[in-house]
């Protein structure tokens, strides 16, 4: 449980730090060319993926911190319950669980999630994200991954 918690740390400290470094460098929506196709911008969600629920009026802060916190303590009931020699899926759990509680302390703290990876092909951007969003589908991704793993054997 120990090295599970630590990813989920890992996560949540690398996140934040990000965070608080592109707030202090960057203005709202300034953008930064670093490669062809990625940017940092700022940009703040105050709603969940894809700015789903943004301009409800306020409410969704904390109906999706709510939701934070619920999934975080399922995700850990999830992992203590994780036998060791699955790897696949306590990587996966911890991914999210730092995640998670990356945007639920900026819920908490700021009214919003704070995104600045700007991802794009020609004119066409992905939604701006930031490294707890990205931890959230790696380990979304690789708990899939696992579930059809451990399926297709015992079929």
């Known amino acids: ?5 630590a990813l989920a740390t890992l996560v949540l400290v690398l996140d934040q ?7 202090r460098w960057l203005h709202p929506h300034q953008v930064v ?3 062809p196709g990625f940017n940092l911008t700022l940009a703040f969600n105050r709603g969940a993926a894809f700015s789903f629920l943004a301009g409800a009026g ?3 802060r904390w109906f999706f911190a709510g939701v934070a916190m619920l999934a975080s303590v399922v995700i850990v009931v999830m992992l203590r319950r994780t036998p060791p020699h699955e790897r696949l899926t306590a990587t996966a759990l911890a991914l999210i669980l730092g995640g998670a509680i990356g945007n639920l302390i900026d819920r908490l703290r700021w009214g919003h999630v704070v995104d600045f990876l700007d991802v794009y092909v020609g004119s066409a951007h992905w939604p701006a994200f930031n490294l707890a969003d990205s931890a959230i589908c790696v ?4 708990f899939a ?4 793993r451990s399926g297709r054997h015992t079929a």
């Open 1 to 5: 449980m120990g090295t599970r918690l």
């Open 17 to 23: 730090l990000s965070k608080a470094a592109v707030l």
């Open 33 to 35: 060319d670093l490669l």
């Open 58 to 60: 306020g409410w969704q």
């Open 139 to 142: 380990g979304a991704v690789l």
């Open 145 to 148: 991954w696992g579930a059809w």
